[in-house]
């Protein structure tokens, strides 16, 4: 009888195989570029060595919504807005602070639909996480409202979350939740209209009976949108929430 476990652990080997056979056929073919800068890059990244140096990786911040403090008491010290009343998600993974140039990676991505950008992100984020997380089941990435979604024509966290999802293999969920108003931008908006403005915005069904998800987004800023898409999540019986965001502001 053929040992199950053992088969899975040669095709995970085989398979490990020819990805990297295929990126160094790739870096060969297409040599890989920064995308800041145009030097070359390393290790099959769109990415030089010095502009890779000089990304503003996230330190530390709040225990539960990793947002920035003023100062740092010890591993589990949570902000002003968690102690009055702690999120549905369980932890946030912020890959960078919101400066150039991440940010300039971020625009050109979400505004001018520069593709590559997604896969670098992507790339960084996995990295970090690779050895870090407790892996969860399915990754979701933030629904836009389908009229902003024909109008931009892509969502820039779903692209983001397929090279998560091909990185660290964990699958996809892109049908368990939606956006149900077509919500004012954010970005116009001060911490409490956010708040309102996304007021039971989300409709989520928990079919696949996932216990714990990832969401994914581009950029945190109050935490707003995540928030309410965690409480979404948790009321159709997810326990378990992580979010997953490039930059936290």
């Known amino acids: 009888m053929v040992n ?12 490990k195989q020819l990805k990297q056979w295929s990126t160094i056929i790739q870096d060969c073919v297409y ?3 920064c995308l800041l800068c145009s030097d070359p ?8 060595t010095d502009c890779y140096h000089n990304l503003p990786v996230y330190q530390s911040g709040c225990h539960r919504c990793a947002a920035p403090l003023a100062s740092q008491t010890g591993s589990t ?8 009343q702690l999120p549905a998600f369980d932890s946030v993974h912020a890959g960078f602070h919101y400066q150039e140039p991440i940010r300039q990676l971020i625009h050109q991505l979400k505004f001018a639909g520069r593709f590559a950008n997604a896969r670098l992100l992507g790339h960084l984020i996995a990295e970090q996480l690779q050895e870090t997380i407790t892996r969860p089941q399915a990754i979701i990435p933030v629904p836009l409202h389908i009229k902003r979604y024909r109008q931009r024509t892509f969502n ?5 979350s397929r090279h998560l999802s091909n990185q660290l293999q964990i699958p996809l969920a892109l049908n368990i939740c939606k956006r149900n108003r077509n919500t004012t931008p954010q970005a116009k908006l001060n911490a409490r209209q956010r708040r ?4 039971r915005t989300f409709t989520t069904s928990n079919s696949a009976t996932f216990n714990s998800v990832a969401i994914v987004d581009d950029v945190m800023t109050t935490g707003s949108t995540v928030r309410s898409l965690a409480s979404s999540l948790k009321r159709s019986g997810i326990q378990h929430i992580q979010v997953w965001v490039i930059a936290r502001a």
């Open 4 to 15: 199950h476990l053992h088969f899975k652990q040669l095709l995970a080997s085989k398979s």
């Open 31 to 33: 040599p890989p570029t």
């Open 41 to 48: 890059g390393f290790r099959s990244l769109d990415l030089c």
């Open 77 to 84: 010290v949570l902000c002003a807005d968690c102690q009055k």
């Open 156 to 160: 820039q966290s779903i692209e983001l």
């Open 196 to 199: 309102r403005n996304l007021a």
